[in-house]
């Protein structure tokens, strides 16, 4: 089985201290990608909305100092230029996938785009999102199913390993879970990310931080060091990722 991607970090980029004390970590666990929210659109304005262009610059420093891939997400089109000189993969946020203007600016151009479904959509509907960029042609895409809203409580999201499957028969596209959104919770992290491989995701998304308790957004689903090694061993102990 080929080796997934894994992308990690934390939910937001919260000072300069936070990713030099993360990144040299992922890197030990040979990490490569490491996600990092510098614009946080969240449901509530009392929210923490993230670090806005300082962020961007410590991301962009992170990029420089350690040699890393950096994911983060765009929430307006007047940021591409910025993002575009210390971002390598542009995530387009679930609450944006509709926004079909902002959809065709990124096909306009030719960087790396990772769409994540909403969490009220369809396949169909995710898959149309999708068509937005690549008709405009930019074929850098990938795929991320992060749980969708149904009745069900038990779970933050529920995440709905069928897309997988579906969209890789759809489009000829790489997808990845983003586990943390889709659970929002981590003890069943490692058997769903397992599922998710099977499934036919060819990489997982998951978040990272050096002391959750503190996190300025999503503490409760976002791992600690021991808890994020301990879940790398789990999957490769299934032989679900070989050797990274």
Do not use: W
């Amino acid at each position: 089985m080929k080796c997934p991607t894994i992308i990690a970090g934390p939910c937001a980029v919260e000072s300069m201290e936070q990713m030099r004390t993360i990144v040299p970590f992922l890197l030990s666990m040979k990490i490569q990608y490491i996600r990092a929210g510098a614009f946080k659109p969240r449901t509530s304005p009392d929210d923490f909305q993230g670090l806005g262009m300082e962020g961007l610059s410590i991301l962009e420093a992170v990029r420089r100092e350690y040699s890393v891939k950096i994911v983060s997400e765009i929430v307006d089109i007047r940021h591409l230029e910025r993002m575009c000189q210390c971002v390598d993969i542009l995530q387009v946020g679930a609450r944006n996938m509709d926004n079909y203007e902002l959809l065709k600016e990124l096909g306009r151009s030719r960087v790396h785009v990772l769409l994540k479904r909403h969490m009220s959509a369809t396949i169909a509907e995710f898959e149309k999102a999708a068509q937005y960029i690549l008709q405009e042609g930019n074929p850098n895409l990938i795929l991320c199913e992060r749980g969708i809203r149904t009745f069900e409580n038990a779970t933050r999201n529920t995440l709905d390993l069928s897309c997988c499957a579906l969209m890789k028969r759809r489009l000829d596209l790489p997808i990845i879970v983003d586990i943390s959104h889709s659970l929002g919770r981590k003890d069943i992290a490692a058997p769903m990310a397992k599922a998710a491989l099977a499934a036919g995701a060819d990489g997982l998304m998951i978040e990272v931080h050096q002391q959750p308790s503190i996190a300025l957004s999503d503490a409760a689903q976002q791992m600690d060091f021991i808890e994020f090694e301990d879940f790398l061993q789990n999957i490769r102990a299934a032989g679900a990722m070989g050797e990274l």
